[in-house]
């Protein structure tokens, strides 16, 4: 198919939600997406995948494991992730797996967790992070902070300043959600401390929040030569969805991607050779606009404010 019409048809299907999110996205994608990883790819290379207990964040593991990666499981509960640990294990004898337990919420214990594990992993080719809640009512983290915004923003943007030095030459690849395309950028009530609380507008206020931060990752750490990108899986059967909106689930049930599908641009990120730049946002292995229309496009003054309102509330300029 030539390029323009492909770019034509994904661009429609992309329009379309029902078309581009779901299982017919990667279905019918499939023919005219970039090249599969090279096999062994990552022979000797570290990676680190935060949410990795279960859905998109273990699929992502089983995606790297078998291109030759020793894979780092983060996740806040020892037992799922010993569970996931068997589950690869039992796929892939032969894979490289670590598991590690850490609430990315918590600012303190993503300090210990760093400190520790830039010791033992010196040099890291990547870090996923895919870690993610969707909280019924207003609650915190340890340090006070709601607790979306600590989960998916806060955690992951110390994280990753802490581990900068290890990813010299590396990745880092957010995941993030379509439901950004529907908030704006939240700079006036960023904690949700205002009005009723939806875990649901949380949620999609925290993925933009990502979006952005991804982008402003990318220009901090040019110099280190880290590059830094976002995806969004589109709708995947993973706990988050059925567990969190059980009434999408059911309605969409059938169209649902596979907890694979909706990984495979993460596990793409992570290993291609191919040459993507930094500062991407990446549905499908295609980059993608971060909106959908011109308004609602963040100022370079909103996004200078979110960035000190981050690094006040961290304590990490990445600098």
Same mark, same amino acid.
């Given at each position: 198919?030539?390029?323009?019409?492909?770019?034509?048809?994904?661009?429609?299907?992309?329009?379309?939600?029902?078309?581009?999110?779901?299982?017919?996205?990667?279905?019918?994608?499939?023919?005219?997406?970039?090249?599969?990883?090279?096999?062994?790819?990552?022979?000797?290379?570290?990676?680190?995948?935060?949410?990795?207990?279960?859905?998109?964040?273990?699929?992502?593991?089983?995606?790297?494991?078998?291109?030759?990666?020793?894979? /780092? &499981?983060?996740?806040?509960?020892?037992?799922?992730?010993?569970?996931?640990?068997?589950?690869? &294990?039992?796929?892939?004898?032969?894979?490289?797996?670590?598991?590690?337990?850490?609430?990315?919420?918590?600012?303190?214990?993503?300090?210990?967790?760093?400190?520790?594990?830039?010791?033992?992993?010196?040099?890291?080719?990547?870090?996923?992070?895919?870690?993610?809640?969707?909280?019924?009512?207003?609650?915190?983290?340890?340090?006070?902070?709601?607790?979306?915004?600590?989960? /998916?923003?806060?955690?992951?943007?110390?994280?990753?300043?802490?581990?900068?030095?290890?990813? #010299? #030459?590396?990745?880092?690849?957010?995941?993030?959600?379509?439901?950004? =395309?529907?908030?704006?950028?939240?700079?006036?009530?960023?904690?949700?401390?205002?009005?009723?609380?939806?875990?649901?507008?949380? =949620?999609?206020?925290?993925?933009?929040?990502?979006?952005? &931060?991804?982008?402003?990752?990318?220009? /901090?750490?040019?110099?280190?030569?880290?590059?830094? /990108?976002?995806?969004?899986? #589109?709708?995947?059967?993973?706990?988050?969805?059925?567990?969190?909106?059980?009434?999408?689930?059911?309605?969409?049930?059938? $169209?649902?991607?596979?907890?694979?599908?909706?990984?495979?641009?993460?596990?793409? $990120?992570?290993?291609?050779?191919?040459?993507?730049?930094? #500062?991407?946002?990446?549905?499908?292995?295609?980059?993608?606009?971060?909106? =959908?229309?011109?308004?609602?496009?963040?100022?370079?003054?909103?996004?200078?404010?979110?960035?000190?309102?981050?690094?006040?509330?961290?304590?990490?300029?990445?600098?």
């Amino acid at each position: 198919m030539a390029t323009s019409l492909t770019a034509a048809v994904d661009w429609a299907m992309d329009k379309s939600l029902v078309l581009g999110y779901t299982r017919l996205g990667p279905r019918l994608r499939r023919s005219w997406w970039p090249s599969d990883p090279r096999p062994g790819c990552l022979a000797g290379r570290h990676v680190l995948v935060t949410g990795a207990s279960g859905g998109l964040g273990l699929a992502t593991a089983a995606g790297l494991a078998p291109l030759g990666a020793t894979v /780092h &499981l983060l996740g806040r509960s020892a037992d799922r992730l010993a569970q996931a640990e068997q589950t690869l &294990l039992e796929r892939m004898p032969s894979a490289r797996v670590e598991t590690v337990v850490c609430d990315v919420s918590d600012l303190d214990a993503v300090r210990e967790f760093a400190t520790s594990f830039a010791a033992r992993v010196p040099r890291l080719h990547a870090v996923v992070h895919n870690a993610g809640v969707l909280p019924p009512e207003r609650r915190t983290s340890p340090q006070g902070h709601e607790l979306t915004l600590a989960t /998916h923003v806060l955690g992951p943007h110390l994280m990753t300043g802490l581990l900068a030095d290890t990813l #010299g #030459g590396g990745r880092v690849v957010v995941v993030t959600s379509g439901g950004a =395309y529907s908030q704006k950028l939240a700079l006036d009530d960023p904690e949700y401390l205002e009005g009723d609380y939806s875990g649901v507008t949380a =949620y999609a206020r925290t993925k933009r929040m990502q979006i952005v &931060l991804a982008e402003l990752w990318a220009d /901090h750490l040019r110099s280190r030569d880290v590059s830094v /990108h976002s995806m969004h899986p #589109g709708w995947a059967d993973t706990p988050g969805v059925t567990d969190s909106l059980p009434g999408f689930a059911t309605v969409m049930g059938p $169209l649902l991607r596979s907890p694979a599908e909706g990984a495979d641009t993460v596990t793409w $990120l992570v290993a291609t050779d191919d040459r993507l730049g930094t #500062g991407g946002f990446w549905h499908d292995r295609r980059r993608r606009p971060t909106h =959908y229309a011109p308004v609602g496009v963040e100022t370079e003054d909103q996004r200078q404010r979110f960035w000190d309102f981050v690094v006040e509330a961290t304590g990490e300029s990445l600098g």
